[in-house]
T-cell receptor
Framework: AQSVSQHNHHVILSEAASLELGCNYSYGGTVNLFWYVQYPGQHLQLLLKYFSGDPLVKGIKGFEAEFIKSKFSFNLRKPSVQWSDTAEYFC????????????FGAGTILRVKS | DGGITQSPKYLFRKEGQNVTLSCEQNLNHDAMYWYRQDPGQGLRLIYY???????QKGDIAEGYSVSREKKESFPLTVTSAQKNPTAFYLCASSNGRSEQYFGPGTRLTVT
């Protein structure tokens, strides 16, 4: 079945540690890729997106993600996390064959210890 | 200030009752979506609408119904046929295949 996989459901890091959250998808063809974040008690908001061009995209709050087409991956990274990065992170894929629909991964809950 | 509003924030209902969740947007977006969020399952698409007076079933449409009579509004009815209605419901909107913008959500509890 076509899907979006996030490898870790819970991640716990200390402040200043580096972060990498994995995301793999199984759609062929043209895809648009997104990372969304949901801070405690807040709206789901866009962290970054990839449509085309440079496969290394930079988002808000120091986050970046790299699209590796051959690996069907779009991993999220941050060199040094802060306590305020504690949130749930969702990878989402929009495949051209499915029109406007987004398919979400199961989410990764990140807890940053201060 | 543009955005998506959902009301109410918390909703409690007795089993067997239908309940309607409100979603309004003033972003002038053509497409609107309803998702259900459950712990460990991400967001699952219930219904979506790409234009007024038209909507399509998502992945988990059973037990839900929608209408799209106005561009700004996309209410979701959770019917008594929905076997497990207690969840967090999110509404979103977009233009084309661009990013989706989300509302604050409605937490529905059915007892």
């Amino acid at each position: 079945a076509q899907s979006v996989s996030q490898h870790n459901h819970h991640v716990i890091l200390s402040e200043a540690a580096s972060l990498e959250l994995g995301c793999n998808y199984s759609y062929g063809g043209t895809v648009n890729l997104f990372w969304y974040v949901q801070y405690p008690g807040q709206h789901l908001q866009l962290l970054l997106k990839y449509f085309s061009g440079d496969p290394l995209v930079k988002g808000i709050k120091g986050f970046e993600a790299e699209f590796i087409k051959s690996k069907f991956s779009f991993n999220l990274r941050k060199p040094s996390v802060q306590w305020s990065d504690t949130a749930e992170y969702f990878c989402a894929v929009n495949a051209e064959e499915y029109g406007n629909k987004l398919v979400f991964g199961a989410g990764t809950i990140l807890r940053v210890k201060s | 200030d543009g955005g998506i509003t959902q009301s109410p924030k918390y909703l409690f209902r007795k089993e067997g009752q239908n309940v309607t969740l409100s979603c309004e947007q003033n972003l002038n977006h053509d497409a609107m979506y309803w998702y259900r969020q459950d712990p460990g399952q991400g967001l699952r698409l219930i219904y979506y609408s790409q234009i007024v007076n038209d909507f399509q079933k998502g992945d988990i449409a059973e037990g839900y119904s929608v209408s799209r009579e106005k561009k700004e509004s996309f209410p979701l009815t959770v019917t008594s046929a929905q076997k497990n209605p207690t969840a967090f419901y999110l509404c979103a909107s977009s233009n084309g295949r661009s990013e989706q913008y989300f509302g604050p959500g409605t937490r529905l509890t059915v007892t």
